[in-house]
């Protein structure tokens, strides 16, 4: 981080972790924080599929008035309301693991805090999609340390004081609220660049349902083996994962790649993990290790490509990459129902590990998908979205650094049509103006965008 503003805004979009408490992505157990519930595993089950279908719920909402929600999502009372759903949905849990609510209601504080989660994360990528690549990947790096230290605490809290705990888990929801407030005032909380209009077209989109689909069976099977044998040693090595993903982001991004970074993790985790992990080859408390730091990679991969998708698919605004959520919370839940009976013995029946081993390869063709007709990105599945035209690139490069450098809207249609290869002549008659002014408007633009040259314009717009 460069500057002091750099690390306010980091540390701000950290505590989005707050809100992966008990989220349906993976969250805190709740039997690891109350024992006692340990003895209702198919209320535990229940709850997490409510959970996920109360987060698709929320997701298939905004697909289809994502626009309207982000429009209005800066009145007061539509965040205090989603705070008190966030906080009950807590108090509730925890009100059942402390023996105070019948277990059934575990549910509804579970389908509380889907609701919760899935709205809330139409604000926070609101906030993501407007950063570059590096400070995503470290702010969702930092969210996860955030939520792996908060897991830890509550769990040292609830052994000698439930209610204690009860106060911290109710205290997340305020908490991230507070800091998606404090994200306003940043230096960098602008509005996005406008993406190409063009809608996705239905064979992206239906590969891009497909592929999501496929990943959340293995990632949902990773999330219920961690749910199954969740303890703080798992937690601290989810920890450690995050704490070495940020550091990657913040030291080493630029020098080792995007492809290193997710490539050749996403090859590794995906095999290696979802198969011959979870198929029982290894001593289970090793597996419980290793798996832990499979889902704090793949919750931060979740979460970048959701931005990614949504940055460069967004008219209709959220349509696509909210569709492309509400299929990934059937593929966990899918994944929780298929795999529930697996692991008190370690091992996967046929027909499911076939099916995981399936969901892998789709994953890994997501990551290597062939870049002649797509360009090539970092992302996985969002490699599976169409290059823009060279001509659209342009203008969306034209529209960013416009905003980066601080161009006058009269500055930003002559940048534009310098882009297009026009001379200052040719730029004066499109725009109506004189040579002299056109002039004048290219000699501000050059000092803005420091370029000298027509040469260096063109390469700082590629």
């Not at 599945?381 to 823009?388: T, W």
Request: charge should be neutral.
């Amino acid at each position: 981080m460069s500057n002091e503003g750099e690390v306010k805004q980091l540390g701000l979009c950290s505590l989005f972790g707050l809100s992966l408490v008990w989220s349906p992505m993976f969250g805190t157990t709740e039997a690891m924080v109350f024992p006692a519930l340990s003895a209702c595993p198919d209320m535990l089950l229940a709850s997490r599929i409510c959970n996920l279908a109360g987060f698709g719920l929320a997701m298939a909402i905004l697909s289809f008035a994502g626009e309207k929600m982000r429009a209005t999502h800066k009145g007061a009372a539509l965040l205090t309301a989603i705070m008190l759903l966030g906080s009950t949905g807590m108090i509730i849990g925890s009100l059942v693991g402390m023996g105070m609510l019948p277990p059934h209601w575990l549910i509804v504080g579970a389908a509380m805090r889907g609701l919760f989660y899935g709205i809330l994360t139409v604000f926070w990528i609101g906030v993501f999609v407007r950063l570059d690549d590096n400070t995503v990947g470290a702010a969702v790096a930092g969210s996860l340390i955030v939520y792996a230290v908060t897991g830890i605490a509550i769990t040292g809290a609830s052994a000698f004081s439930p209610v204690l705990a009860l106060v911290l888990l109710a205290a997340c929801p305020v908490a991230t609220i507070m800091a998606y407030v404090g994200t306003r005032n940043l230096p960098n909380a602008h509005a996005p660049v406008d993406q190409e209009s063009a809608q996705a077209p239905l064979r992206t989109r239906v590969l891009l349902y497909v592929a999501n689909f496929a990943f959340s069976i293995m990632l949902g099977a990773l999330l219920h083996y961690f749910a199954f044998y969740d303890t703080p040693t798992a937690l601290l090595a989810f920890l450690i994962t995050a704490i070495f993903f940020f550091a990657v982001f913040t030291a080493g991004y630029n020098k080792l790649g995007a492809d290193l970074v997710y490539r050749i993790f996403m090859m590794c985790f995906a095999l290696v993990v979802a198969v011959v992990l979870l198929a029982g080859c290894f001593d289970q408390s090793l597996a419980v290790l290793v798996a832990s730091a499979a889902l704090a990679f793949l919750v931060l991969y979740t979460v970048i490509i959701f931005t990614d998708t949504q940055a460069r698919l967004r008219n209709p605004y959220w349509k696509v990459p909210g569709m492309c959520q509400v299929f990934a919370s059937i593929g966990m839940i899918c994944a929780s129902a298929l795999f529930q009976t697996t692991y008190p013995t370690g091992e996967i029946p046929g027909p499911q590990l076939m099916l995981l081993a399936g969901a892998c390869i789709i994953f890994v063709a997501g990551v290597f998908s062939p870049s002649n007709r797509t360009r090539q990105r970092p992302w996985g599945f969002s490699s599976l979205i169409p290059a823009e035209s060279p001509e659209v690139h342009a203008m969306r490069r034209c529209g960013e650094l416009a905003e980066e450098c601080g161009l006058t809207s009269r500055e930003l249609e002559v940048l534009q049509q310098l882009a297009t290869g026009m001379t200052k002549d040719q730029i004066a008659e499109a725009l109506c103006i004189s040579p002299t002014t056109a002039k004048t408007h290219i000699r501000n633009i050059y000092a803005k965008l420091g370029v000298h040259s027509q040469r260096e314009l063109t390469a700082k717009l590629e």
